[in-house]
RNA sequence: GGAGAGGUGGCCGAGCGGUCGAAGGCGGCGGUCUUGAAAACCGCAGAGCGCGCGAGCGCUCCGGGGGUUCGAAUCCCCCCCUCUCCGCCA
């Protein structure tokens, strides 16, 4: 959520994120609703006050007149302070519902319109140029009976999927290959839950109820099954207020992610590129304000690194503001060249990294005390994918797919699957 | 799942109807001492909100939500969480 008291002194701002954004969330609503609660605060204060020096009165010797008097007295300030409290409170719950649809700022630097308007900002590696008619991941995936969507969909339903064999394999060396670059860059390796409250999972901007939503929700419990450690990590933060010397925290989660993908039908997402659940190494972190900039960047670094090792062509893209979600400041993407996408091969998100500066932190309560500074401050949060295994494996099965109908595994990840080649068989 | 004990400021911990926004300790900040540091001693300091140009004034907060009372950290009810024991289980 945006600062509450900024509001009206940066509405004209505001606006202007709202309209790259293309969100419908209503500035002046909030600002005139903020103001109404405020109006109330001050009155409940006051009525409070009249309270309190009530009370301070009634604490000397009273005879009995007096102190039924004072008592029915009392009684009627207590009601006079409840009466405004229920103001209150249903101003501020018109206040909130507005607050919350308002999304963070947009860094200047990011590109105008949607989801076709991401700007290249770099590339690495080839598209390769087979010299046979290539397989797309289910192809693969079937002849060497790596996946089995068709056990999932029985089991469990469709977009659920069984990893069998060497993609079982695959599957765990992934996730040691990652915490192995992410102990090297400094991070606290988590494994951690795979449900979580449904306040946390707000608070990282999830909306975890209603007909849009993309996260399960169990019916015997009040938990949601988490959509990335992402919210896990989050949560750890959540109400706590740092020293300034504990930052920068760098954290890798562990997680399985699960998400119902309503509303995603027809898109472009055969196979593993969309399913209701998938392993996640993630990367999360938490800076003072004006370092999340610079550990974006490093995230970014990162992210390239890991894919660099894992020998997938890939590009970097800005994503426009019209594609960002709500708490994200700027996004940065990895796409990998995946040939089995679309006709002959197209860029497929494998990878994200977003700095959500206060936005998350502020609905967290995630404050931190500068060393001299006056007031605690939010910090900033930012998240990035480290290993997202469903598409990883899918690129993996794609880009290193040989003549002989086998899979060479990449030099890096040959320590963790023992392997330096699947199939064929 | 059952029984019991608890949840208090950045952390630990006392308080158990008005004298309490809360003792004490740790940690933090400033100072004295020291060549410097440590130790010792002295002092400062909770979080958040509203009003005010400002000095400042006021309000809220003792796990969360209700209730009793003129008055609740303190009494009652519900929920959440932690610990101990028992049960169950990988």
Same mark, same amino acid.
């Given at each position: 959520?945006?600062?509450?008291? @900024?509001?009206? /002194? %940066?509405?004209?701002?505001? *606006? !202007?994120?709202?309209?790259?954004?293309?969100?419908? &969330?209503? #500035? =002046?609503?909030?600002?005139?609703?903020?103001?109404?609660?405020?109006?109330?605060?001050?009155?409940?204060?006051?009525?409070?006050?009249?309270?309190?020096?009530?009370?301070?009165?009634?604490?000397?010797?009273? @005879?009995?007149? /007096? %102190?039924?008097?004072?008592? *029915? !007295?009392?009684?009627?300030?207590?009601?006079?302070? &409840?009466? #405004? =409290?229920?103001?209150?409170?249903?101003?501020?719950?018109?206040?909130?519902?507005?607050?919350?649809?308002?999304?963070?700022?947009?860094?200047?630097?990011?590109?105008?319109?949607?989801?076709?308007?991401?700007?290249?900002?770099?590339?690495?590696?080839?598209?390769?140029?087979?010299?046979?008619?290539?397989?797309?991941?289910?192809?693969?995936?079937?002849?060497?009976?790596?996946?089995?969507?068709?056990?999932?969909?029985?089991?469990?339903?469709?977009?659920?999927?069984?990893?069998?064999?060497?993609?079982?394999?695959?599957?765990?060396?992934?996730?040691?290959?990652?915490?192995?670059?992410?102990?090297?860059?400094?991070?606290?390796?988590?494994?951690?839950?795979?449900?979580?409250?449904?306040?946390?999972?707000?608070?990282?901007?999830?909306?975890?109820?209603?007909?849009?939503?993309?996260?399960?929700?169990?019916?015997?419990?009040?938990?949601?099954?988490?959509?990335?450690?992402?919210?896990?990590?989050?949560?750890?933060?959540?109400?706590?207020?740092?020293?300034?010397?504990?930052?920068?925290?760098?954290?890798?989660?562990?997680?399985?992610?699960?998400?119902?993908?309503?509303?995603?039908?027809?898109?472009?997402?055969?196979?593993?590129?969309?399913?209701?659940?998938?392993?996640?190494?993630?990367?999360?972190?938490?800076?003072?304000?004006?370092?999340?900039?610079?550990?974006?960047?490093?995230?970014?670094?990162?992210?390239?690194?890991?894919?660099?090792?894992?020998?997938?062509?890939?590009?970097?893209?800005?994503?426009?503001?019209?594609?960002?979600?709500?708490?994200?400041?700027?996004?940065?993407?990895?796409?990998?060249?995946?040939?089995?996408?679309?006709?002959?091969?197209?860029?497929?998100?494998?990878?994200?990294?977003?700095?959500?500066?206060?936005?998350?932190?502020?609905?967290?309560?995630?404050?931190?005390?500068?060393?001299?500074?006056?007031?605690?401050?939010?910090?900033?949060?930012?998240?990035?994918?480290?290993?997202?295994?469903?598409?990883?494996?899918?690129?993996?099965?794609?880009?290193?797919?040989?003549?002989?109908?086998?899979?060479?595994?990449?030099?890096?990840?040959?320590?963790?699957?023992?392997?330096?080649?699947?199939?064929?068989?």
């Amino acid at each position: 959520m945006l600062d509450p008291r @900024s509001l009206a /002194e %940066r509405s004209g701002e505001i *606006a !202007e994120s709202c309209r790259r954004r293309r969100s419908q &969330a209503d #500035v =002046e609503a909030a600002v005139r609703l903020h103001a109404e609660v405020t109006a109330r605060q001050t009155e409940l204060n006051e009525a409070n006050r009249r309270r309190n020096e009530h009370q301070q009165a009634g604490k000397r010797a009273l @005879s009995p007149e /007096e %102190r039924q008097a004072h008592a *029915a !007295e009392g009684r009627a300030l207590k009601e006079a302070v &409840a009466r #405004v =409290e229920t103001d209150l409170a249903a101003a501020r719950a018109r206040f909130e519902a507005e607050l919350a649809r308002l999304p963070n700022f947009v860094h200047p630097d990011v590109p105008d319109g949607g989801e076709d308007d991401a700007r290249e900002l770099s590339r690495w590696g080839e598209p390769p140029r087979f010299d046979f008619e290539p397989q797309d991941h289910l192809q693969i995936g079937a002849r060497l009976e790596l996946l089995d969507f068709e056990a999932g969909a029985k089991v469990t339903g469709q977009k659920w999927y069984y990893l069998k064999n060497e993609a079982v394999l695959l599957e765990l060396a992934l996730q040691r290959y990652a915490l192995e670059v992410l102990l090297q860059e400094g991070f606290t390796p988590y494994v951690t839950p795979d449900l979580a409250r449904p306040e946390i999972v707000a608070g990282i901007g999830f909306n975890p109820r209603g007909a849009e939503t993309q996260i399960y929700s169990l019916a015997d419990a009040d938990l949601c099954l988490v959509g990335s450690a992402e919210i896990t990590l989050g949560g750890l933060y959540a109400d706590s207020l740092l020293a300034e010397a504990d930052l920068p925290i760098r954290a890798a989660g562990i997680s399985h992610c699960f998400r119902t993908e309503a509303g995603a039908a027809g898109r472009e997402s055969k196979g593993l590129y969309r399913v209701h659940q998938f392993t996640k190494t993630e990367m999360f972190a938490v800076t003072r304000p004006e370092d999340s900039e610079a550990m974006h960047q490093r995230i970014l670094a990162i992210e390239e690194r890991i894919f660099q090792g894992l020998e997938l062509p890939y590009r970097v893209v800005d994503i426009a503001a019209g594609d960002l979600g709500a708490p994200a400041y700027r996004k940065f993407d990895i796409e990998a060249w995946m040939p089995g996408r679309g006709a002959g091969g197209s860029w497929g998100e494998i990878s994200s990294a977003s700095n959500c500066t206060d936005y998350q932190a502020r609905r967290l309560r995630c404050r931190f005390r500068r060393k001299d500074g006056k007031r605690n401050e939010p910090v900033h949060m930012l998240n990035g994918t480290a290993i997202s295994n469903a598409r990883a494996i899918l690129a993996l099965l794609e880009i290193h797919q040989c003549a002989d109908g086998g899979v060479r595994i990449p030099e890096a990840l040959r320590p963790f699957t023992g392997l330096s080649k699947i199939g064929p068989r």
